[in-house]
């Protein structure tokens, strides 16, 4: 059954911080065991000033029952722009996958 199955040992989430046209796009990492690997952090946008791409990567290491946040790249987003985050974690032999997109119009600028 589907609900017998145990939590991933690794689970991510995305959100973005406004201020004005500004965004920062944060990552939060969490572990149920011990973990070591890489992650990768890339963040597209598209708008009428232009097209963007920005990247971090670095390696981590998660205690048992911990959370790395990591604050993501900052940008500026016109009325009309728009962005993809993705996040990639490679540990152990598994890959873990959070995307996001916004920017989240339910929330004010």
């Known amino acids: 059954m589907h609900g017998d199955l145990p ?3 690794i689970t991510c989430t995305l959100s973005e911080q406004r201020q004005g046209s500004q965004v920062r796009i944060d990552a939060e990492i ?3 065991t011990s973990q070591s690997g890489t992650y990768r ?3 597209s946008k598209r708008g009428s000033s232009g097209n963007a ?9 998660l205690a048992p029952g911990t ?3 990591i604050p993501g790249p900052r940008l500026s987003i016109e009325p009309e722009g728009h ?10 032999d598994a890959e873990y996958i959070c995307e996001h ?4 119009v339910s929330d004010p600028p």
Do not use: F, K, M, W
């Not at 791409?53 to 670095?58: R, V």
């Not at 962005?83 to 152990?92: E, K, P």
């Not at 997109?101 to 989240?104: K, S």
């Open 41 to 43: 952090l890339v963040v």
């Open 7 to 9: 939590p991933p040992p």
């Open 67 to 69: 959370t790395l946040r």
């Open 101 to 104: 997109e916004g920017p989240n």
């Open 30 to 32: 969490r572990s149920t």
């Open 53 to 61: 791409q920005l990247s971090q990567q670095s390696d981590l290491a």
């Open 83 to 92: 962005y993809r985050a993705r996040l990639v974690i490679h540990a152990g």
